[in-house]
């Protein structure tokens, strides 16, 4: 996965709170392979009627090509599938601003190179109300936590270990592969203190 | 003297193998549970060329794609592909699987504590969000997302910030035909579904410690739907009764030994909680949602918000889900009617659960048609021995094989749109159990009493002169 520092892309609002991992991905578009994309499965029933036709009315649907997703508090709440945050980032977006996120969402869309920025939530309902009929392109700046809406400048927070990893594009296994040594070293010590805590094979 | 710590404090110290500069943990994980969708990991593992690194401490259960039906053959190609995937991820990697014809297959979150996989004092992680469920045996559990199995999978260790530790203290007994299952609609009704979010909650209090380990379980499993990813209750006679003598769980010496280990994972007096929360259980009634999020529930007596009278935030998403769930505002909950209902899940589809529907079914016939899917096998096999699939069928509701089943539908196991669900479940979200699906979520007792009357009702009449 690439670092990056800053961003600019077109911003799209989506004036729900607790937008679930359910509604972000309905579990029926996961048994398929990541290579096939999973960018139209975004917010499925959602943005489409019955028959599969997008509906008109569906901010998201109002804008092409955004990148940027502003959102009400607890995004990403639910489940822990992973998909959901692979519809966004097959979706191209790399942003989503929120003034909460469901705790496993958010670590795996660090996981995905998409930054869950927090904002408050008064900032939240005033750009949400700023891009009602106004598109609009963002800048946003991992360096200094700070994005431009127009001529709004908007701070935002984020973890820090996030916002390292993020810039770094850093991967876990390799970073982990680093501390092998003291990984064996736990896994001795911790083999003689609690034995126990090895599954008991079963004759 | 040292500094008191928390449950959560004893557990992370336990298992961390190294702390970073930015205080992020390497926590060592104890037991690894994969199921069909950990596909996506394994992937990941494949396009690697990695290893698992301890196969003997990772276990693979088929459960979210699991037919309730019809096991022999499966019909839908793309659900006998996931099922087959794992099988094949689990046969190179040389996993203990417990697959569909397996006498102990069932829901992963079931299976774990069933097999005495699940001990006080563990790490244990899974690709599932109801993985704090294992919390309820004093272990550090909590669900990850495919980027983190997949590291799992490859260095048996997980990256993790540690959380805030929150108690939630429920005092005094419940009144009769009130379960664990209304204690966590309870206090996410209060809290809301981000209530907790960051983090780690250890119930406790005397409404805790008298609940059996189903009962714990089901409250750990729900603290997710309040925004937390760990729940956790410290073990006690209660634990270890219910670990002895399964068949993973140690025994011998090393059953002494961990015995005398686990007796100290309990919150010191004084350890300091960043947040605390204090429920009287007699406050608590049978709860039931109403809306689309586990958030918007009630007592069974109340009547329905008007989103006129709600603050702003909350106002229009609870016109969206009266407008979703085709209620009106003012409606009582009790008296609406239903089609259909659903027994199961790693939220309320233990034996216990089964009783205590079983109790209000008994000699009753349901008035809609139903699903009752056991929590695993052996809880299939056990209701069998006591007779309660004979009360289920009785009742015309059809008795069914072990897995997800309709709380999540990836089997097929769907409710129709605009059909209205009482389900012993853990999500109302829009869509849930199906496009348009209209979910109610409440205890497995009261999903029987809306199976009896065909309607959401209270439990506690029908209790009247019968053991729950």
Same mark, same amino acid.
């Given at each position: 996965m690439a670092g990056w520092r800053r961003h600019e892309g077109q911003a799209v609002r989506l =004036? *729900?709170?607790? +937008? !679930?991992t359910d509604q972000l991905i309905p579990a029926r578009f996961m048994s398929v392979p990541r290579a096939e994309g999973y960018g139209r499965y975004l917010l499925h029933d959602l943005r489409r009627d019955e028959s599969g036709v997008m509906r008109r009315d569906f901010p998201l649907n109002t804008v092409d090509q955004a990148s940027v997703l502003v959102a009400g508090a607890n995004f990403g709440s639910g489940s822990s599938r992973e998909a959901a945050v692979y519809a966004l980032v097959d979706a191209g977006f790399r942003v989503v601003f929120a003034p909460s996120f469901g705790d496993i969402f958010a670590s795996n869309a660090v996981n995905n190179g998409l930054l869950p920025a927090r904002i408050d939530a008064d900032t939240s309902d005033a750009l949400a109300e700023m891009l009602v009929g106004f598109p609009c392109k963002v800048q946003i700046d991992l360096g200094t936590c700070r994005a431009t809406f127009g001529n709004h400048d908007v701070p935002f927070t984020l973890d820090e270990n996030w916002r390292i990893k993020l810039m770094n594009g850093w991967d876990d296994i390799d970073l982990t592969q680093q501390h092998a040594m003291a990984i064996d070293a736990f896994r001795e010590r911790y083999a003689e203190t609690s034995p126990w805590t090895v599954p008991r094979k079963r004759s | 003297m040292s500094q008191p710590r928390t449950l959560l404090d004893k557990l992370w110290r336990a298992h961390e193998v190294l702390q970073r500069e930015d205080g992020v943990s390497l926590l060592w994980v104890d037991r690894h549970l994969v199921h069909e969708g950990s596909h996506h990991a394994f992937a990941k593992l494949a396009s690697r060329g #990695? #290893? +698992?690194?301890v196969p003997e401490q990772t276990f693979a259960v088929v459960d979210h794609y699991a037919p309730t039906r019809g096991r022999g053959r499966i019909a839908d190609p793309q659900i006998a592909r996931m099922i087959d995937t794992l099988r094949q991820n689990a046969g190179r990697h040389d996993l203990r699987l417990f697959d *569909?014809? !397996?006498?102990? $297959? %069932?829901?992963v979150h079931v299976v774990g504590p069933e097999q005495g996989l699940t001990l006080p004092g563990l790490l244990i992680n899974c690709g599932d969000s109801h993985t704090s469920t294992h919390g309820a045996f004093g272990a550090l559990a909590f669900g990850i997302g495919a980027t983190e199995v997949a590291h799992v999978l490859a260095t048996q260790t997980v990256w993790q910030k540690k959380p805030k530790a929150m108690r939630i203290s429920v005092e005094g007994p419940l009144g009769p035909g009130v379960t664990a299952k209304d204690i966590a609609l309870n206090w996410i009704a209060r809290l809301g579904t981000g209530g907790a979010q960051g983090h780690a909650v250890e119930y406790a209090g005397s409404t805790i410690q008298d609940l059996s380990m189903e009962g714990r379980m089901t409250l750990c499993n729900l603290s997710i739907e309040g925004g937390a990813r760990f729940g956790m209750v410290a073990p006690d006679e209660t634990t270890f009764a219910y670990i002895k003598g399964r068949p993973y769980a140690p025994d011998g010496p090393a059953w002494t030994a961990a015995v005398e280990e686990w007796r100290s994972l309990v919150s010191d007096a004084g350890a300091a909680f960043d947040r605390e929360v204090v429920i009287n259980a007699a406050d608590i009634a049978p709860t039931v949602t109403w809306g689309t999020s586990p958030e918007q529930a009630l007592p069974i007596d109340a009547a329905l918000p008007d989103p006129a009278a709600l603050t702003p935030a909350k106002a229009e998403a609870a016109a969206a889900a009266l407008d979703y769930m085709g209620l009106a505002a003012g $409606?009582?909950?009790? %008296?609406? =009617? +239903? !089609?259909q209902v659903f027994i199961g899940s790693c939220t309320n589809g233990r034996i216990e659960d089964l009783r205590a529907a079983a109790a209000v079914l008994s000699g009753r016939r349901a008035k809609v048609p139903g699903l009752v899917s056991p929590g695993s096998q052996r809880v299939k096999a056990q209701a069998e021995e006591e007779g309660l699939d004979r009360v289920f069928t009785e009742a015309g509701l059809e008795w069914a094989a072990s897995g997800c089943s309709m709380c999540v539908g990836m089997n097929g196991d769907l409710v129709e749109s605009g059909k209205r669900c009482a389900s012993s479940t853990n999500r109302n979200f829009r869509g849930r159990q199906g496009r348009g699906a209209r979910t109610h979520l409440m205890s497995p007792a009261m999903v029987a009493a809306a199976a009896v009357t065909g309607t959401i009702a209270d439990v506690r009449p029908l209790l009247a002169g019968r053991t729950p």
């Open positions: =004036p *729900l709170a607790n +937008v !679930d | #990695a #290893a +698992v690194a *569909l014809d !397996d006498p102990s $297959q %069932g829901i $409606q009582h909950l009790a %008296g609406t =009617p +239903v !089609d």
